[in-house]
């Protein structure tokens, strides 16, 4: 499996080490590449949007012409793992001019909506597909505030939604990367395996 790891910001490595590990537990090994330019993302089997900072990352994938290739990686159905900015990144709807968003999660968010750096917790939350709750690290996130027709809610805080599926986007409020836990990565690379423990 090649993976990318969309590296114009945000927090690269510990995906790369999330997405190994995931793939070893299915006795398959990922060759995880780092991508800053075009060209790469059509190579991918999959993709990973990290989390850091939106406006950033929007603006980088546009001016770097990575932002189209994303796009038609969705609409090849190949999957991608969008986490907090990556998830802001990958929406229908930021509602932020200096975010250029995407659309390939049919969801609008609230960026910021969970508080300020000060104001980022731990929790664990369950998640559907999960058999037991999942450790999750909420840093300046990001709510889903809208769900399109043809997106499943896979998690939710206080009745807010925080993970979501949406054909082969998988999309988190928080940030699977930063735990050793690889079960959300598996949910988005390995759909049809089994409930993961
Ligand atoms: N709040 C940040 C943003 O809007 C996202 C924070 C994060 O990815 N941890 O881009």
Known sequence: ???????????????AAAVRNAATA????AEVVTIRDSGTVPDCDVLLMP????????????REGIASEIRDHVADGKPILATCAGLIVCSRDAKDDRVDALGVVDVSVDR??????????????PVEGLAEPFHAVFIRAPVIDDVGDGVETLSTVDGRSVAVRDGPVVATSFHPELTDDPRVHDLAFFPDAEVVA
Do not use: C, Y
């Open 51 to 62: 989390g850091g900072e939106s406006t950033t990352i929007s603006r980088l994938i546009h």
């Open 112 to 125: 910021n909506a969970f508080g300020r750096q000060k104001d980022s917790f731990e929790a664990p939350v």
């Open 26 to 29: 299915h006795g398959e090994s």
């Open 1 to 15: 499996m090649k993976a990318g790891v969309i590296a114009v910001q945000g927090d690269v490595a510990e995906h």
